[in-house]
């Protein structure tokens, strides 16, 4: 989901309709303060990607003061923030790319290249999502779990397993089922690509 | 500075040496001055002595010489008187003898002989006279002479015959018994004028006076007596006491070698005098060499202290004196400068035309007193801003002996010159361009929005239909009738906002008269000038006469000339400084003969292609802080004329710009109104 901030209502529409056209799932709002409120009520850690197109110059919340907020809350890897600056603001957008913010975008764009540029965003944004899910869930393991995890992804076969381990193969098949439960993959296929 | 004073030997005033020296003559001459002063006095008191000495033995000499006179009478008186007791002498013979007596001694004046009861017996002269005839003091001396039987004078008395006299009385005694009297008598006067010589009498004035100094007679044959030396002698004769005073006629010494002496002595007064004025006057003019040696040390201290340099040249331009500060500030040392003649080492070649020519202004005396500007050139190459001041260098008889400068370095008042007129223009200028800047900027800000706007609806648009052709899904017709609705009003908006911005742009009228080149190069020289000093570019310009004038908007073409030229200027930055020339030239268009062209040629680092490409395009510059708008205005302008702007390469080195404008023909009468129309009458 493209979010989109910006003062100016012509600003919000025509980008809208640029993302619609790109297929790409957008919401505007017409204030930093709105997109707070409603980010508060979005669950944390959803699947889908997210990306912010900010303008820089804003009345109330600035840009940067925004993003600053998104920092801090910690989400600036789950909602790449993409901003748009004018001439003059160029250092200043420069500056939030040294502290983690996506992009920026002098205007005028190339529209298009933006959608790229916000795509990309998304994809990161999704794999972030991905990545913490997936910490999460190892997190969950124990540390058993965890040593026949590192061996099943070694390529190894139960047996050998067992045999490492010191454990009885049935074990070592209760474990990989839990493994595989906890991680959501059904195959140790899935398991490796997950964890990759 | 080298000091030219001879050495001279350190003069106290006065040092204890010096004073010693002094001091001996002084004292010498004042030995011989009192020496001068004392002889006089002592001579004059030893002849005073002397002369007092002298009258003292005259008189002792005179008294003696009447005494013995007067003794010898006696004798003479006293053998007549025994002759006559002896009765040898009487009758005739008596009175032969008495009458040889008297013509022998003309003092006595006259012999009596009386007899015992005194009657006269005979006398040498007529005179009859008797005893009692005799004066009373006479008379009291003969009884006294009776008495005492010696012969006895009497005291000074008249007798009946007149005169004051005086008589000797000689008793004579036979046998004891008075027997008769000579009496010699002597005129009182006689004794004087007939017993005291007359070189004695000459010199002074004898008086006989008795012994109670009561005059008895006084001879002054040579004059009266000065009372300065006097003698007094007692002459005392039997009988008879008397004082002879004489009394000398010369007066004191009369100092006339001390005259002399005086006139010595004023000379000598008048030496010291003179010594000490010569003292005074070689005091003082020690003290004027001092006063003097201060002075020259001082003024060469402010010499060579001076920030601002001296120059001083001779009426052939050959420098002879340059203070320390000209030395430093074209980097020379003095020695290289003083004796040279120009061409000066510190002349900047490309200025050299322009030393000359007033060179020889100064050589003609045409030189301006308010002080001119101009470059030096230092050792290290690099160019210096001077302001000279020169005037006439006259000696103390007025005759004019060379020229005398003053230079001083104004690098730092023109640099600061240079930031108020930068100042000054970009406050102009600014005036100029805030409104193009608000322009551009308000343009750029408020034209961006609808612009990114219409892009995004657009690219949408685009995608959209796209998306048709790929995935064959229809698109709402809706939406894209939206974007497109939107376009249209954000082209609106834009072209409001252009329209809005137009009203601030303050589009002048241009105004067209007849000018001719000429007038405009000159109206923007002073400029250009300025513009070319801040560089250290000299600029020339080769105006022909005698070109026809141009139907031109003069601020429109100033704005040219002054944009080429300051863009010629500065592409000569970093060239090397000789070749900091810029040129402005006109002429006409030998193609078509009816085109004044003018060319803007500089040295400069010249146009490579692909700057020319761009050069004349609005907001394209070369410089970091152009707008861009220079060329292209020029462009504008001159062509709004009916001209053309172009540029080509310098084949040494540099670009020429060149615009031309159509020339006024002589036979076409026009008249300009303040509207801006033209008139025609021949129209051609």
Known sequence: MLHIVDDEEVVRDSLLWLAKSRGIQAAAYDSGKAFLTALDGVGRGAPQGQCVLLDVRMPEISGIALFGQLAARGLAQSFPVIFLTGHGDVPMAVDTLKRGAFDFFEKPFNDNKLMDRVQEALAASEQAAANAAVHTRLAALSSREREVLDLILDGNMNKVIADKLGISMRTVEVHRAHIFDKMNVKTAVELARLLK | ?684
Not at chain 2, 31 to 52: A, C, D, G, M, Y
Not at chain 2, 400 to 406: C, D, H, I, L, V
Not at chain 2, 438 to 451: G, K
Not at chain 2, 520 to 534: G, H, N, P
């Open chain 2, 1 to 684: 500075m080298k000091s030219t004073l001879p050495r001279s030997p350190s003069f106290g005033f006065p040092s204890r040496k010096q004073a010693w020296r002094w001091l001996l003559p002084l004292f010498l001459a004042l030995l011989f001055v009192t020496t001068l002063i004392w002889l006089p006095l002592h001579e004059k008191h030893q002849e005073t002595i002397e002369r007092q000495e002298q009258l003292i033995a005259d008189s002792l000499w005179v008294e003696q010489t009447i005494r013995f006179q007067l003794q010898r009478n006696e004798e003479s008186l006293g053998l007549i008187g025994t002759e006559i007791v002896a009765g040898y002498l009487n009758g005739p013979r008596l009175a032969d003898r008495m009458e040889r007596l008297i013509r022998d001694n003309h003092e006595i004046h006259r012999i009596i002989e009386l007899d015992a009861h005194g009657k006269l017996l005979s006398s040498t002269d007529e005179t009859l006279i008797s005893y009692h005839d005799l004066s009373a003091a006479s008379r009291r001396a003969a009884e006294r002479a009776r008495a005492t039987r010696t012969p006895l004078y009497s005291q000074p008395a008249q007798d009946i015959s007149g005169p004051v006299m005086i008589d000797y009385q000689v008793p004579l005694f036979s046998g004891g018994k008075y027997v008769g009297s000579i009496i010699a008598s002597y005129l009182a006067s006689s004794i004087l004028d007939d017993m005291v010589p007359w070189w004695f009498a000459q010199d002074n004035e004898i008086a006989l006076t008795d012994m109670n100094d009561l005059l008895i007679y006084k001879r002054a044959s040579g004059g009266v007596g000065r009372d300065v030396y006097t003698h007094t002698r007692a002459l005392n004769l039997a009988g008879l006491s008397l004082k002879l005073k004489t009394n000398s006629i010369k007066s004191a010494p009369k100092l006339l070698p001390s005259l002399l002496v005086d006139i010595v002595i004023l000379l000598s007064f008048g030496l010291v005098w003179s010594l000490i004025a010569l003292w005074r006057d070689i005091n003082r003019r020690l003290a004027a060499e001092t006063a003097l040696r201060e002075q020259i040390t001082f003024r060469a201290a402010m010499e060579n202290s001076l920030v601002t340099g001296m120059r001083a040249r001779d009426l052939d331009g050959r420098i002879t004196y340059v203070n320390p500060a000209f030395a430093q500030m074209v980097g020379m040392e003095i020695d290289d400068i003083v004796g040279r003649l120009p061409p000066m080492p510190y002349w900047a070649p490309e200025a050299v035309d322009e030393y000359q020519r007033r060179f020889s202004q100064v050589l003609a005396g045409t030189v301006t007193p308010q002080g001119f500007e101009t470059i030096f050139q230092h050792a290290d190459g690099r160019r210096i801003p001077v302001l000279i001041y020169e005037s006439p260098l006259v000696d103390d008889t007025g005759k004019q002996t060379g020229w005398m400068g003053s230079i001083l370095d104004i690098s730092e008042r023109k640099r600061i010159e240079d930031l108020n007129r930068q100042q000054q223009e970009k406050l102009q200028a600014s005036a100029r361009l805030a409104t193009m800047g608000e322009i551009a900027s308000t343009l750029a800000h408020e034209l961006n929005q609808p612009l990114a706007a219409i892009s995004s609806y657009t690219t949408g648009a685009l995608n959209m239909l796209e998306w048709q052709h790929d995935d064959a899904v229809p698109t709402e017709a809706s939406s894209l009738t939206h974007a497109f609705q939107m376009v249209r009003t954000q082209a609106q908006r834009a072209g409001q906002i252009i329209r809005s911005v137009h009203t601030f742009v303050k589009k002048r009228e241009p105004t067209r008269e007849a000018v001719t080149i000429k007038e405009l190069i000159d109206s923007v020289m002073t400029l250009v000038e300025l513009q070319a000093q801040k560089y250290f570019v000299a600029v020339r310009t080769g105006i022909p006469p005698g070109l026809p004038p141009v139907l031109a908007d003069r601020v429109l073409i100033e704005q040219v000339l002054l944009n080429l030229t300051r863009n010629g200027i500065e592409s000569m930055q970093a060239v090397a400084p000789d070749k900091r020339v810029l040129q402005i030239t006109a002429g006409l268009d030998d193609a078509t003969s009816t085109n004044i062209v003018v060319s803007v040629i500089d040295q400069g680092h010249g146009i490579p292609p692909e700057v020319a490409e761009r050069l004349y395009s609005p907001f394209f510059s070369t410089k970091a802080d152009g707008m861009g708008m220079g060329l292209s205005i020029c462009r504008t302008a001159v062509e709004f004329h009916g001209g053309t702007l172009t540029h080509s390469d310098n084949p040494q080195g540099g670009t020429v710009f060149r615009f031309s404008l159509p020339a006024l023909q002589k036979d076409l009468i026009a008249t300009t109104m303040p509207s801006g129309e033209k008139t025609q009458r021949n129209g051609k």
